[in-house]
């Protein structure tokens, strides 16, 4: 860089600033931008007790409106869904079979979803999205 003119130069550290080269900027330092360090609380088993009452709840409520509200009955299940997520609760075996894992929609056997046996296995298809899940029963 000694032997270039001032001109030649400053387009040099114009051409280094907008391709950020942070070799020739910072001299021989390189340039790194700090990581966020995101940290999760555990949560109390008193939170995760409320998050399965509340669970529960909302497919018992998403089982008295499905007759009225198809739309608000899978709304529930979403919420129940995020829920799981937010707390870590897994659920119960009957609300696994309750509800779509690919569209979250609340599933009523004959009306939005197609129960059927074969190999020891109940295979559940959901009418809306045309997913199917398979559970192993006795």
């Known amino acids: 860089m000694l032997f270039l003119g001032l001109e030649q130069t400053i387009i040099f550290y114009i051409e280094a600033f907008c391709f950020g ?6 001299g021989n330092k390189k340039i ?3 990581k966020k360090v995101v ?3 555990k949560k109390s088993p008193a939170q995760k007790k409320i998050a399965l009452e509340r669970i529960s709840e ?3 409520q998403a089982e008295k409106i499905h007759v009225e509200s198809q739309k608000l009955a899978d709304r529930y299940v979403s919420l129940a869904r995020k829920i799981s997520l937010r707390y870590k ?3 119960s075996r009957e609300q696994k079979a309750s509800f779509c894992k690919k569209c979250s929609s609340f599933l009523v056997p004959g009306k939005n979803s197609r129960a ?4 020891g296995k109940l295979v559940v298809q959901c009418l809306n999205c045309k997913a199917y899940r398979r559970f192993v029963y006795k």
């Not at 059927?116 to 190999?119: E, G, H, L, V």
Request: proline share 5%.
């Open 89 to 91: 609760v897994s659920f």
């Open 116 to 119: 059927r046996t074969s190999n």
């Open 21 to 26: 080269n942070p070799y020739i900027i910072g």
């Open 32 to 34: 790194m931008a700090k």
């Open 39 to 41: 940290r999760s609380r």
């Open 58 to 60: 909302l497919f018992r």
